[in-house]
């Protein structure tokens, strides 16, 4: 702790890596009371008689550890042991060698106090009083989608765009790994960024960008070319490999919209088009990832607590790091049975690779014919 300015001057009855577990218990209680979660804290030490003559201190006592510690210290741990967990043995988690990534964002709500209103923002309404109820943090994050472990996150204020903080993320991508993202995030300097540190990309298209055809394959993708949409790097632009196709659902009568994804991988026999677009719903397991830590971790419709923004900001690094424990545990005891850790998942199949499985309703119907773009 002395390297963020916590080291202790005199022996307290909170001395700060104890307040670092408390803040942890903190997120794995949620939303328990303090008190509460302090006594589960130290229970099983009282048990074995090596208290001694500690005692549970006030709750006010509590909050000026919780202060004195900061969020710092939880960031850098966070940073320090946010890892790729999965090996090739974890079903779902590479696809032909490559390892399984998604990038995405969310939004937390934040306690009703004039520090964090300013620090973070409110998002608008829309019930006509023109501001939300709380203010709110926006978080991306980059996630390992075989693990749903989250291997990089940035925090801003909801006015901060999640595109601006998905930026951030290429920092812990490289070669040998598959990033997939949504259509919002497409654009030629997100995605330089990313294809900079050799990670390699699977991302939707929106509905109104032109998509010239220069080069037609066999599985009916196409090389095309994406431009940035101003500036000097208008007049160098991408190449990437498109691939358009339709779901129909299970019964053959309904058929969705079309989708059209871009990648880097131009070798359309090693990447069939048809893997890929199966291979593409794996993104919203990054959403199930949201889920497990706001909804089942945090508790459903739970504001987290702290009334300034560097006490919101160790909530939700400590809810990271304790989301981390939790999958590498729940990965290492799904190994042992050659399990499937995530949830609702269970292949016992270790080789069974998420462009090999069908998890989703619908067949795949590639769009083959063009007009010179589409």
Avoid at 106 to 111: N, S
Avoid at 200 to 217: E, G, H, M, T, Y
Avoid at 322 to 330: I, K, N, S, Y
Wanted: some cysteine; proline content about 6%; overall charge positive.
């Amino acid at each position: 702790m002395a390297a963020f300015g916590r080291a202790e001057q005199r022996q307290r009855l909170l001395p700060a890596r104890l307040v670092v577990y408390f803040v942890l218990a903190l997120a794995l209680f949620s939303p328990a009371p303090y008190l509460e979660v302090m006594r589960h804290l130290v229970e099983g030490l009282r048990g074995l008689g090596l208290l001694g003559n500690w005692r549970v201190p006030a709750k006010s006592s509590l909050f000026r550890a919780r202060q004195r510690l900061g969020s710092e210290p939880l960031r850098v741990l966070f940073a320090t042991t946010a890892k790729p967990m999965a090996t090739e043995a974890t079903p779902g988690a590479f696809c032909r060698g490559l390892r399984l990534l998604a990038v995405d964002g969310t939004c937390w709500d934040v306690a009703d106090s004039e520090a964090n209103a300013t620090a973070f923002g409110r998002p608008g309404s829309g019930r006509g009083s023109g501001r939300s109820a709380f203010p709110q943090v926006r978080m991306a994050a980059l996630v390992e989608i075989g693990s749903h472990a989250v291997l990089d996150a940035e925090l801003a204020g909801c006015r901060t765009g999640e595109v601006t903080l998905v930026a951030r993320l290429p920092r812990s991508t490289g070669p040998g790994q598959l990033v997939l993202a949504e259509r919002e995030f497409l654009g030629v300097p997100l995605w330089r960024a990313f294809t900079a540190t050799g990670a390699d990309l699977l991302w939707r298209v929106p509905a109104n960008r032109v998509l010239s055809v220069i080069k037609k394959f066999h599985d009916g993708s196409w090389l095309s070319h994406i431009r940035a949409s101003s500036g000097p790097a208008r007049k160098e632009p991408v190449v990437v490999r498109v691939l358009a196709y339709r779901l129909k659902d299970r019964s053959g009568q309904g058929e969705s919209d079309g989708y059209r994804l871009v990648t880097t991988l131009l070798d359309a026999r090693r990447y069939p088009a048809r893997q890929l677009a199966t291979l593409y719903r794996e993104r919203w397991e990054i959403e199930s990832v949201f889920a497990e830590i706001k909804t089942h971790q945090r508790g459903p419709r739970v504001v987290l607590s702290s009334k300034t923004p560097d006490g919101v900001r160790q909530q939700i690094w400590a809810h990271l790091l304790v989301h981390r424990a939790l999958r590498e545990l729940m990965l290492r005891t799904a190994a042992t049975r050659g399990l499937d850790p995530r949830p609702g998942l269970l292949h016992r199949n270790p080789a069974l690779r998420p462009a090999q499985r069908d998890r989703h309703a619908g067949q795949f119907f590639p769009l083959t014919s063009w007009s010179g773009h589409w």
